[in-house]
């Protein structure tokens, strides 16, 4: 059986001293890693509603587009600010230092729809959060998140609240 | 049979004046149509050696690593600069105005190896073909390139050269 951990590859000082960085490219690099990855989260996640997945740019976009397929429900992108090209709904978010801004489609998820949200990894929690409100702005619910890696250290769950949050690899 | 161009929607003058984007995101959005984009990428590049599928942030990433699992090969990543966490190659290439830059992980293709390059969509050409020489600084052979959206009208070829280029709808 796979072990994706052996396909995490720790990167120090990344993007900044003290940082220990995950870099999941070895694990996209294995075709049978990767596919190991996408059937696991599908399986975490096989008892929860999900009308469409949510993927948060970029690196988000590589599982959740893969998760969205083995689900066989539709894809929906969460961008960095002027990304998306038709109307939008914009949350803000605190960062460190200052802010940032995501963005998704008015029209990508519709009133009474469960959606999963996805990304890589959960740190501070500060991107999936607002990727969360906007889903909840259109009137959908998310029903759970998936994330490959979650760094259990860091208190991302005094932003996520009581959501529902599962993780593939949990560190700390 | 799913005709992929109705789920493509036109934006006029996005990013800019003058120019009518493309938006995929209708396409993402259906389960069906988003699986016959990958099935049908997949059939038009079934005759190409491909040992790795190589895909330009951030779109790339979407169809990259879907048309990856479908040809059971791993999936590389060509970001913008300062994305990726260990050594890396980078290229330059020339905007409209000013230049821009991408970057691959000097170990994420071998020597040797053949790789199909993935974008959403070729327009000038200039990220694609920094991506290709990318691949073959690393010594390994680009065997084709796939997009879902070729616009035809805008000279790419000057710059992609001789390079095989498969598209699944053409514009222009």
Known sequence: MTNLEDYIRDIPDFPKPGIVFKDITPLLGDAKAFR???DRLA????DVACDAVVG???RGFLFGTALAMAKDVGFVPVRKPGKLPYD?????YSLEYGT???EMHSDAVKKGQSVIVV???IATGGTATAACELVEQLGATVSAL????ALDFIPWRERLGDRDVRAL???G
């Open 119 to 121: 990304d890589d990894l």
């Open 56 to 58: 948060i740019e970029s």
């Open 146 to 149: 998936g994330f490959v890696i």
């Open 36 to 38: 190991a990855s996408i």
């Open 100 to 102: 940032d801004r995501v």
């Open 169 to 171: 690899l949990r560190y």
């Open 43 to 46: 399986e975490e996640l096989s």
């Open 88 to 92: 939008t709904v914009s949350r803000e």
